[in-house]
């Protein structure tokens, strides 16, 4: 497949890292920055072009007529768009997905007329976008799915959210802190159903057995039916009290969304800096309160006494205000502290210390990214542990004759070294890793690789032969 990426910057080279391994990809990049592409095409098989990405003349120079599938993702929601309508209307490119930044551009809505030749009625439409990431919104449910657990430290929704996978940190006082994994479901109802498919004991990686034991301080990843994860929390980790009251640092496009979907929930305090945006917030929110003013301003945070808050959230722009600003509220008293950071090695310093959770956009995008051009029918990708594994969820197809997985037990699969089922959604009805079933066309399964290398033999295995076409 020939692949032309729009933007070198951190999430167009972490997309091309992961489609150069595969060897029938020819990936070429555009940048407007020279040294940035420099360094990525000395570091990967691609081909690199320095110019503006929505020129047409750029685009052809770079192979445009020949593309299968172009991804737009620079920083300029208007370079994306622009240059996924020529993509369209110019050279024929049969796929074209933009990273869309601003909320409103994915959400407005266009009039329906008989002449309309697309099937979505919006923006994005008018520029013959495919498909669109947001990473505003994906934001807004990460941070949200984290509101609803007071002891979670990562939510994914999975089967249309009947399912969701949760991580936390097992500690001592939890019903089954202590116990082997194969008694577990001895202290849990019986209709109580989970699977722990992961464990990481000081930043180790252990693939559980029957025979594992969770330790206090153990960081436990499981999956289970949305209605039983606050049991199994409780479980894992004596859960605290519920969060009532959230502050939020920074009032742009996330922290606005965020603000707007809990605030009926909860009791939303929100500070934005510039008096202008505090305004309009204040006339576009229902009950949140508005504060005009910085997240690093320690009198500000006293006065508004941050001590009492359950969940501080950093969502500005800056990586550095967000670290200030949490730091602060942390030793203030905060409860819990979230921050956005966009440097992957803030991230790696910051997790699990002073900050309780950082949120990184750029791998939350990728995720997204992934699971539209993956092979096979793949319904979400998401990296876990700052992208060392990911978590894959996909639907499965065809028969015994055109399928090597369907009407086979997975255990008696060889699936890649790496790559394991965490779990299996037929009908809305969830089969943990531990039950012998026979997978069936339409099933999701639900796979933990903690090796990316094998995503590519993953895919091969999910793939139907022609003859079920």
């Given at each position: 497949m020939?692949?032309?990426?729009?933007?070198?910057?951190?999430?167009?080279?972490?997309?091309?890292k992961?489609?150069?391994?595969?060897?029938?990809?020819?990936?070429?990049?555009?940048?407007?920055?020279?040294?940035?592409l420099?360094?990525?095409?000395e570091?990967?098989?691609?081909?690199?072009?320095?110019?503006?990405?929505?020129?047409?003349?750029?685009?052809?120079a770079?192979?445009?007529?020949?593309?299968d599938?172009?991804?737009a993702?620079?920083?300029?929601?208007?370079?994306?768009?622009?240059?996924?309508?020529?993509?369209?209307?110019?050279?024929?490119?049969?796929a074209?997905?933009?990273?869309?930044?601003?909320?409103?551009?994915v959400e407005y809505?266009?009039?329906?007329?008989?002449?309309?030749?697309?099937?979505?009625?919006?923006?994005?439409?008018?520029?013959?976008?495919?498909?669109s990431?947001?990473?505003?919104?994906?934001?807004?449910?990460?941070?949200?799915?984290?509101?609803?657990?007071?002891?979670?430290?990562?939510?994914?929704?999975?089967?249309?959210?009947?399912?969701?996978?949760?991580?936390?940190?097992a500690?001592?006082?939890?019903?089954?802190?202590?116990?082997?994994?194969?008694?577990?479901?001895?202290?849990?109802?019986?209709?109580?159903?989970?699977?722990?498919?992961?464990?990481?004991?000081?930043?180790?990686?252990?693939?559980?057995?029957?025979?594992?034991?969770?330790?206090h301080?153990?960081?436990?990843?499981?999956?289970?039916?949305?209605?039983?994860?606050?049991?199994?929390?409780k479980?894992?980790?004596p859960?605290?009290?519920?969060?009532?009251?959230?502050?939020?640092?920074?009032?742009?496009?996330?922290?606005?969304?965020?603000?707007?979907?809990a605030?009926?929930?909860?009791?939303?305090k929100?500070i934005?800096?510039?008096?202008?945006r505090?305004?309009?917030?204040?006339?576009?929110?229902?009950?949140?309160?508005?504060?005009?003013?910085?997240g690093?301003?320690?009198?500000?945070?006293?006065?508004?006494?941050?001590?009492?808050?359950?969940?501080?959230?950093?969502?500005?722009?800056?990586?550095?205000?967000?670290?200030?600003?949490?730091l602060?509220?942390?030793?203030?008293?905060?409860?819990?502290?979230?921050?956005i950071?966009?440097?992957?090695s803030?991230?790696?310093?910051?997790?699990?210390?002073t900050?309780?959770?950082?949120?990184?956009?750029?791998?939350?995008?990728?995720?997204?990214?992934?699971?539209?051009?993956r092979r096979g029918?793949?319904v979400?990708?998401?990296?876990?542990?700052?992208?060392?594994a990911?978590?894959?969820?996909?639907?499965?197809?065809?028969?015994?004759?055109?399928?090597?997985?369907?009407?086979r037990?997975?255990?008696?699969?060889?699936?890649p070294?790496?790559?394991?089922?965490?779990?299996?959604?037929?009908?809305?009805?969830?089969?943990?890793?531990?039950?012998?079933?026979?997978?069936q066309?339409?099933?999701?399964?639900?796979?933990?690789?903690?090796?990316?290398?094998?995503?590519?033999?993953?895919?091969?295995?999910?793939?139907v032969?022609?003859?079920?076409?």
């Open positions: 020939r692949i032309l990426i729009l933007g070198g910057g951190q999430v167009g080279s972490t997309v091309a992961n489609l150069v391994t595969q060897a029938d990809n020819a990936v070429t990049v555009i940048d407007i920055d020279e040294a940035a420099k360094n990525l095409g570091s990967l098989d691609i081909q690199t072009l320095v110019g503006n990405a929505a020129s047409p003349t750029v685009l052809a770079a192979g445009a007529e020949d593309t599938l172009l991804l993702l620079t920083r300029s929601d208007e370079t994306n768009l622009v240059a996924c309508s020529l993509a369209k209307h110019v050279f024929n490119i049969p074209r997905i933009a990273r869309v930044r601003h909320g409103d551009i809505g266009l009039p329906e007329t008989a002449d309309d030749e697309e099937s979505e009625h919006s923006v994005l439409s008018l520029f013959s976008v495919s498909e990431i947001c990473p505003e919104q994906l934001i807004t449910e990460q941070l949200f799915g984290l509101f609803q657990y007071a002891t979670a430290l990562q939510v994914l929704n999975f089967a249309h959210g009947t399912v969701q996978m949760v991580v936390t940190r500690q001592t006082g939890g019903l089954l802190v202590g116990r082997l994994l194969g008694e577990i479901h001895d202290d849990l109802p019986d209709e109580v159903d989970c699977q722990i498919f992961a464990i990481y004991r000081n930043d180790s990686l252990i693939l559980p057995t029957s025979q594992t034991k969770l330790i301080g153990d960081e436990v990843f499981f999956l289970a039916p949305q209605e039983h994860v606050p049991l199994i929390l479980e894992l980790h859960e605290s009290k519920p969060a009532k009251k959230i502050m939020i640092a920074g009032g742009g496009n996330i922290g606005f969304r965020l603000a707007r979907q605030e009926s929930l909860f009791d939303i929100i934005e800096r510039n008096p202008k505090a305004d309009w917030l204040s006339e576009n929110l229902s009950s949140a309160l508005v504060l005009s003013g910085s690093t301003d320690e009198n500000l945070l006293s006065h508004e006494h941050v001590e009492e808050i359950d969940v501080f959230c950093a969502l500005t722009n800056d990586d550095e205000d967000n670290i200030m600003s949490g602060l509220a942390k030793n203030f008293g905060a409860n819990r502290v979230i921050s950071v966009n440097r992957s803030y991230v790696d310093l910051l997790q699990g210390n900050i309780d959770i950082v949120v990184s956009p750029h791998l939350t995008t990728i995720g997204s990214i992934l699971a539209h051009i029918d793949i979400a990708v998401h990296p876990l542990r700052r992208g060392e990911e978590i894959i969820e996909a639907v499965v197809h065809g028969d015994r004759k055109t399928s090597k997985i369907i009407g037990p997975f255990s008696q699969i060889k699936w070294h790496g790559c394991q089922v965490a779990a299996v959604v037929r009908d809305d009805v969830f089969f943990g890793g531990h039950h012998e079933i026979e997978l066309e339409g099933d999701h399964v639900i796979f933990f690789v903690s090796r990316r290398q094998v995503v590519h033999e993953l895919e091969k295995m999910l793939q032969k022609l003859g079920f076409f």
